[in-house]
């Protein structure tokens, strides 16, 4: 598959352009402060620290919250895009959900899942690609993990569909009735490929180390926001020849599924779906799960919340389309912020509705891709794919237009050692083989 070239993100890029009002020389750099000095493009693109005591939010790609929590207990990033997007030769109606874990993991060190978590995809059905999000899941994928186990050390799956209607299936053995189990690294060149029979449908299963696909010059961003606080100089991001990219060569622990879409519709003729992810961990209070991280759309809720402790009221309640002093709460401060990007009442409301509830819809008739289509509310609703630019995509949102590139692909620049990642694999799990 061609990785996409900055051109690509572009498309969205001008698409989304028409909600905001051309950036002039003054408020650009008003603009540019009170972004980057609430940590709003920050925490977008997952480096903020969080260091609240258990339970606490987590940022995307943040390691801050590590020193206080498990680094499995950190979601990074959902991908959902149709397979023959990625591989012409698959089948048409086959859809591949990625969800990455464990940030920022160091090369040949083998890390695990946490076998006192729940890794959910929740997916819920869309009329159309103009519908509201229900915020309500219509199906649910849940992953639990045993403690390792063995040599190389492994760890062995349960998977549990959880249909709206109440309906549960729960398998922990493949269609060859063996068990269900992770790829360790050792063995990484020859990932375990689990088929699984749910509800009459053959699904695909891995869980292991890969390489993490995000990309993004973290380092120079802290010099472009001390520049915009007037704590430095006043500087843009490197050209591509020195950019560094601070994800390459960072691991991270991914599940990918390759699910039928017939499984996703039920009973429906259903075409275009929601999916975000949920982090589930047990309250030792109650013994009950209880959700600490959530994840859709990249560059949302951190986008549109300023405060941590309203970040980690966005990971416990999101996404929901109630009204209540908690959903209030959350609103307001995000209005706080788009106001503050320069747009008037009519176009903070229209983003509000584009972006919440934070869902990544997929319509699975066009292709797949961050930057290939928007509804008419200005939300993207072709999934993403695993080499969508979503820093410049996010960047061109978030200041106006001010900024539209770090200048970091994910296949690097020619003779730039600092930036780059390993070539996808052709076939499933598609994500790079691990460092």
Same mark, same amino acid.
């Given at each position: 598959?061609?990785?996409?070239?900055?051109?690509? %993100?572009?498309?969205?890029?001008?698409?989304? &352009?028409?909600?905001?009002?051309?950036? @002039? /020389?003054?408020?650009? *750099?008003? $603009?540019?402060?009170?972004?980057?000095?609430?940590?709003?493009?920050?925490?977008?693109?997952?480096?903020?620290?969080?260091?609240?005591?258990?339970?606490?939010?987590?940022?995307?790609?943040?390691?801050?919250?590590?020193?206080?929590?498990?680094?499995?207990?950190?979601?990074?990033?959902?991908?959902?895009?149709?397979?023959?997007?990625?591989?012409?030769?698959?089948?048409?109606?086959?859809?591949?959900?990625?969800?990455?874990?464990?940030?920022?993991?160091?090369?040949?060190?083998?890390?695990?899942?946490?076998?006192? %978590?729940?890794?959910?995809?929740?997916?819920? &059905?869309?009329?159309?690609?103009?519908? @509201? /999000?229900?915020?309500? *899941?219509? $199906?649910?994928?849940?992953?639990?993990?045993?403690?390792?186990?063995?040599?190389?050390?492994?760890?062995?799956?349960?998977?549990?569909?959880?249909?709206?209607?109440?309906?549960?299936?729960?398998?922990?053995?493949?269609?060859?009735?063996?068990?269900?189990?992770?790829?360790?690294?050792?063995?990484?060149?020859?990932?375990?490929?689990?088929?699984?029979?749910?509800?009459?449908?053959?699904?695909?299963?891995?869980?292991?180390?890969?390489?993490?696909?995000?990309?993004?010059?973290?380092?120079?961003?802290?010099?472009?926001?001390?520049?915009?606080?007037?704590?430095?100089?006043?500087?843009?991001?490197?050209?591509?020849?020195?950019?560094?990219?601070?994800?390459?060569?960072?691991?991270?622990?991914a599940i990918v599924v390759r699910v039928p879409r017939r499984l996703l519709q039920g009973n429906t003729n259903a075409t275009t779906f929601d999916a975000w992810l949920s982090l589930l961990i047990k309250d030792p209070r109650t013994g009950r799960f209880m959700q600490t991280e959530q994840l859709a759309r990249p560059a949302v809720n951190e986008a549109l919340v300023i405060n941590q402790s309203t970040y980690a009221l966005y990971n416990r309640i999101m996404p929901t389309r109630a009204s209540n002093a908690d959903v209030n709460r959350?609103?307001?401060?995000?209005?706080?912020?788009?106001?503050?990007?320069?747009?008037?009442?009519?176009?903070?409301?229209?983003?509000?509705?584009?972006?919440?509830?934070?869902?990544?819809?997929?319509?699975?008739?066009?292709?797949?891709?961050?930057?290939?289509?928007?509804?008419?509310?200005?939300?993207?609703?072709?999934?993403?794919?695993?080499?969508?630019?979503?820093?410049?995509?996010?960047?061109?949102?978030?200041?106006?237009?001010?900024?539209?590139?770090?200048?970091?692909?994910?296949?690097?620049?020619?003779?730039?050692?600092?930036?780059?990642?390993?070539?996808?694999?052709?076939?499933?799990?598609?994500?790079?083989?691990?460092?």
């Amino acid at each position: 598959m061609a990785i996409p070239q900055p051109k690509q %993100a572009n498309r969205v890029t001008a698409a989304l &352009r028409h909600w905001f009002r051309p950036p @002039t /020389p003054k408020l650009k *750099p008003m $603009l540019g402060a009170i972004v980057l000095a609430t940590s709003v493009a920050v925490t977008a693109l997952g480096i903020t620290s969080l260091t609240q005591p258990q339970p606490s939010p987590a940022s995307d790609h943040d390691d801050g919250d590590i020193d206080v929590r498990s680094r499995a207990l950190s979601l990074t990033d959902l991908y959902v895009f149709r397979e023959i997007d990625q591989n012409p030769s698959a089948r048409a109606d086959d859809l591949i959900f990625v969800m990455n874990t464990n940030p920022r993991s160091v090369a040949r060190i083998q890390y695990f899942f946490s076998n006192e %978590a729940q890794y959910e995809f929740r997916i819920s &059905r869309a009329d159309n690609n103009e519908a @509201t /999000p229900t915020a309500v *899941p219509d $199906l649910t994928l849940r992953f639990t993990f045993s403690p390792p186990e063995g040599s190389p050390r492994r760890q062995r799956m349960t998977m549990t569909l959880i249909e709206r209607g109440g309906r549960t299936i729960t398998v922990n053995r493949t269609t060859n009735n063996r068990p269900i189990v992770t790829t360790p690294l050792a063995t990484a060149s020859s990932p375990v490929v689990n088929q699984v029979n749910v509800g009459g449908s053959t699904v695909s299963v891995f869980a292991g180390l890969r390489e993490d696909p995000f990309y993004f010059d973290v380092e120079q961003f802290f010099r472009v926001r001390a520049g915009l606080l007037g704590r430095g100089p006043a500087v843009g991001f490197r050209p591509p020849e020195t950019a560094v990219d601070f994800a390459t060569g960072y691991n991270v622990n991914a599940i990918v599924v390759r699910v039928p879409r017939r499984l996703l519709q039920g009973n429906t003729n259903a075409t275009t779906f929601d999916a975000w992810l949920s982090l589930l961990i047990k309250d030792p209070r109650t013994g009950r799960f209880m959700q600490t991280e959530q994840l859709a759309r990249p560059a949302v809720n951190e986008a549109l919340v300023i405060n941590q402790s309203t970040y980690a009221l966005y990971n416990r309640i999101m996404p929901t389309r109630a009204s209540n002093a908690d959903v209030n709460r959350i609103a307001n401060e995000a209005k706080t912020v788009l106001r503050a990007l320069g747009n008037n009442e009519a176009r903070v409301n229209a983003l509000l509705g584009a972006f919440l509830p934070d869902v990544m819809r997929i319509d699975t008739t066009g292709p797949s891709g961050f930057a290939n289509a928007l509804n008419r509310e200005g939300s993207p609703i072709r999934g993403r794919l695993l080499g969508d630019d979503v820093v410049d995509i996010a960047f061109a949102v978030l200041t106006n237009g001010a900024v539209t590139t770090d200048n970091v692909s994910y296949e690097g620049t020619p003779g730039n050692p600092a930036q780059g990642h390993d070539p996808l694999v052709p076939a499933f799990p598609y994500l790079a083989l691990p460092n």
